[in-house]
């Protein structure tokens, strides 16, 4: 079943604002026992199958932004992760290369057409702050590209081979099927990859970018799957490269 539609009222940067405060909502959630084990009982299944136990946590953060089963995978994969309820201070995904400031990263550099899909523009309603010509103006742009220099499910995976002791001819394999999947096929796959990374505490998704992506797999997955498999391999490179 595809995914239900993104709301045509809400721009990319609110969508974004919302997968950000989605998974600092669940995070917090998980602090209690009994709802992390709810929320992880979804286990990438479909939605008829995750029944109450999630619902009762997540319908009313969902309703107004689509996507239901992109936000009920991203939920149970934050669950199955016990170690991170426990940590001090905001999550953080693990980065390739040091965390983006303001100026310095490479996607910072980047003209913001080349940093993201054409969905990834503001769109359908007019955008406070919009330049005169209708274009997103610099802030937005900026945050366009900070949002592009944060790990995506790609880099994710190159880190956990060049890290975390995954074998890569294995971890090529698994890129290359995942970034061929339907959405009924991808999510299942998906879970059972992330929980073999979380049993080995390894490569720290970005779990906000992994949830927009999924969120879009069933509009716009040539261009996401190229993007993970481009940032698989040129991730790799650059982590084995600096080992030699």
């Known amino acids: 079943m595809p995914e239900t ?10 969508r ?33 199958e995750c029944g109450a136990r999630m619902q009762q946590y997540l319908v009313a953060r969902v309703s107004r932004y689509g ?9 149970s994969l ?19 290369v040091p965390a983006p ?8 550099r980047l003209p913001a057409a080349e940093s993201d899909s054409p969905l990834d523009e503001p769109a359908h309603t007019p955008v406070p702050g919009s ?17 592009r220099a944060r790990p995506d499910l790609g880099s994710s995976l ?3 081979v060049a890290r975390h002791g995954f074998k890569q001819h294995r971890m090529d394999d698994q890129v290359k099927i995942l970034t061929r999947l339907s959405s009924p096929l991808l999510h299942p796959l998906l879970w059972r990859l992330t929980s073999r990374l979380a049993n080995r505490d390894a490569a720290r998704l970005d779990f906000a970018v992994l949830l927009e992506d999924l969120a879009r797999w069933d509009y716009d997955q040539l261009h996401i799957a190229d993007r993970w498999r481009e940032s698989y391999f040129q991730t790799l ?5 600096q080992e030699d």
């Open 131 to 147: 330049s005169p010509a209708g274009g997103p103006v610099a802030g937005e742009r900026t945050a366009v590209r900070h949002w």
């Open 78 to 96: 934050i669950a199955m992760q016990r170690h991170l309820v426990h940590e001090d201070g905001l999550y953080t995904p693990e980065f390739a």
């Open 16 to 48: 974004r604002e919302h997968y950000d405060d989605f998974v600092a909502a669940v995070l917090d959630l998980c602090a209690t026992n009994s709802i992390r084990s709810d929320l992880a009982s979804g286990r990438g299944r479909p939605l008829e």
């Open 101 to 108: 400031d303001d100026s310095t990263t490479e996607a910072a």
């Open 158 to 160: 190159a880190i956990a």
């Open 67 to 75: 996507a239901r089963r992109a936000h009920y995978t991203v939920a």
């Open 237 to 241: 490179d650059r982590l084995v490269s």
């Open 5 to 14: 539609p993104l709301p045509p009222t809400l721009t990319t940067a609110q």
